[in-house]
Nanobody, 123 residues
Framework: VQLQASGGGLVQAGGSLRLSCAAS????????MGWFHQAPGKEREFVAA????????YYADSVKGRFTISRDNAKNTVYLQMSSLKPEDTAVYYC?????????????????WGQGTLVTVSS
């Protein structure tokens, strides 16, 4: 499966953005999907994940209550709605696909990655 992330940009602290990740391939609905981010000079970190059916979601503590992950299997797309953004959310955001169940937070368990989209939150 090929992934294409989009929707990043510059936003003021407290603002919102919605990221999208469009997937190609007929097996999109078989994959759990995740979002990770990587700030300059830091390791890639887990942000959120969603089960193949969309019924289960998982979040890093740092984004709980502010970010929402969702998916539309008919459109082969997963979303990350980000609200109450903080300067520390500034990073390149990547979507990824895995056949591992349970909302894995380990980037090594994801098989396919999108190219990343930059989110910059100004103070």
């Amino acid at each position: 499966v090929q992934l294409q992330a989009s929707g990043g940009g510059l936003v003021q602290a407290g603002g919102s953005l919605r990221l999208s990740c469009a997937a190609s391939g007929r097996r999109f609905g078989s994959y759990d999907m995740g979002w990770f981010h990587q700030a300059p000079g830091k390791e890639r970190e887990f942000v959120a994940a969603i089960s193949w059916s969309g019924t289960s979601t998982y979040y890093a503590d740092s984004v709980k209550g502010r970010f929402t992950i969702s998916r539309d299997n008919a459109k082969n797309t997963v979303y990350l709605q980000m609200s109450s953004l903080k300067p520390e959310d500034t990073a390149v955001y990547y979507c990824a696909a895995t056949l591992t169940r349970g909302g894995s937070s380990r980037f090594s368990e994801y098989d396919y990655w999108g190219q990343g989209t930059l989110v910059t939150v100004s103070s």
